[in-house]
């Protein structure tokens, strides 16, 4: 009995020292190394790329040249063993992502990151800027846009695809999306430490589906994705119209030395903008209330309202020439003092070259002696250099020679005051004689 009794103690501090094995085997496990591994995320970087303007030589920067920029996450792809390419993952925390003005604090605009030429200070090339094409006739201003990643924490390594915008901006060309490729690697491989590393950026000219080629080496030899190119940035044309205003005079009564009075409207255009005016060829007088002063800056600024109306006086064979309206601005010119030309006897004609096509065509009015171009939708506005020329013509019929119909009569009073002079002559004589 007692035997029995010990058998079961012994037993049951086997099976306790069992269970406390069994417990014990997890914490064993974990001592082993046998947990699954996890990389610790590495932190972006900050990467470039410059956003350029290009204008007329005459152009200045426009008040609206506000751009605004949209970084999305992009979608990846599979890799191509076959064709040496990476597989790419799918972008993260695009909403992280900062892109601003270098030197400057990022602003947005209705969700969009703002990169503004407004107060530009920086040097405006021409025919020298890179990346675009040079010419002499074009000006090019630049900024350097950051892309701020350091608020994205990259978990794996691997290839990261991203999508940068722009929106349109009225006046202006938009440039096509960038496709951006951020490279992260596990740098135990290259001896230097282990952890992940931001290998590089690089930006691509459009929406790219491929992933980047693979060379030799973890970061050399690495080749664009196929057909696939480089981009620098963002280059935007300000394709910019005239214009340009010539007055006329024709026929034996017109007066070349009037002056006659104009009055030109811009409207729809960006508030704040400031043109440049071509006075060479008129009258301006430096006194303040002299002939044309009001043009004495060779500039013009357009108001909040989007509008700007300005008075002019021109001779016969001068001209005015106003640079740099965006395409889609609208214009009106009018020959003033109708009523007074009228009753001087003045016809005018009026003819618009470079008057566009569709409904950028400017409407011409002889009898109220004016050009209007305006419209409302997609085409509308101004498109191409617009150059108007006002002719007044004023013709009289001068009378020469002599009357016929009083021929007769002239006749016989000649012939009267004759026999009168004659017989006064004879009378005077015939008297000296007695």
Do not use: W
Request: with cysteine.
């Amino acid at each position: 009995m007692k035997n029995k009794k010990l058998r079961n103690k012994i037993i049951a501090v086997i099976a306790a020292m069992m269970l406390i094995v069994l417990a014990a085997i997890p914490a064993l496990a974990d001592s082993l190394g046998t947990d699954e591994f996890e990389y610790q995320p590495t932190s972006g970087t900050k990467t470039e790329f410059v956003k350029y303007l290009v204008m007329k030589n005459e152009d200045n920067i426009p008040a609206n040249a506000d751009f605004l920029f949209d970084i999305e996450a992009a979608s990846g792809t599979e890799g191509d063993a076959e064709n040496s390419a990476f597989p790419v993952r799918d972008g993260i925390d695009a909403e992280n992502i900062k892109i601003y003005v270098q030197g400057k604090d990022e602003v947005k605009q209705s969700g969009s990151s703002v990169v503004s030429f407004d107060g530009y200070s920086g040097t405006i090339t021409s025919g020298t800027a890179d990346n675009v094409a040079k010419s002499t006739e074009k000006k090019y201003a630049e900024q350097t846009v950051v892309v701020d990643f350091t608020g994205v924490a990259f978990p794996l390594p691997g290839v990261y695809r991203y999508t940068i915008s722009e929106q349109n901006i009225l006046g202006f060309t938009t440039d096509k999306p960038k496709t951006m490729d951020v490279f992260v690697y596990d740098n135990e491989q290259s001896g230097s430490g282990a952890g992940l590393v931001i290998g590089g950026y690089v930006l691509y000219d459009d929406v790219v589906t491929s992933g980047p080629k693979y060379g030799s080496g973890v970061t050399s030899g690495t080749a664009f994705p196929s057909g696939a190119e480089k981009s620098q940035g963002f280059v935007n044309v300000y394709p910019s119209c005239d214009i340009y205003v010539e007055k006329l005079v024709k026929g034996n009564q017109g007066d070349k030395s009037e002056f006659f009075d104009f009055e030109l409207t811009i409207s729809n255009a960006a508030p704040g903008m400031e043109y440049t005016v071509d006075i060479s060829k008129m009258v301006v007088e430096d006194d303040a209330s002299g002939t044309n002063e009001n043009l004495r800056t060779k500039t013009i600024t357009v108001g909040q309202d989007g509008t700007v109306t300005v008075p002019f006086k021109l001779q016969h064979g001068q001209s005015i020439r106003v640079y740099g309206l965006a395409e889609g601005t609208f214009y009106s010119v009018v020959e003033k003092d109708k009523d007074k030309l009228d009753k001087e006897g003045y016809v005018t004609s009026i003819e618009v070259s470079g008057n566009g096509s569709g409904t950028a065509v400017a409407s011409v009015n002889n009898t109220d002696r004016s050009v209007e171009l305006s419209g409302t939708g997609s085409g509308s506005g101004i498109h191409q250099v617009n150059e108007i020329v006002f002719t007044n013509t004023k013709e009289g019929k001068i009378p020469t020679g002599v009357n016929m119909k009083v021929v007769p009569i002239v006749v016989i009073a000649l012939l009267f005051i004759g026999g009168i002079s004659v017989l006064t002559v004879r009378m005077a004589k015939k008297e000296e004689n007695e």
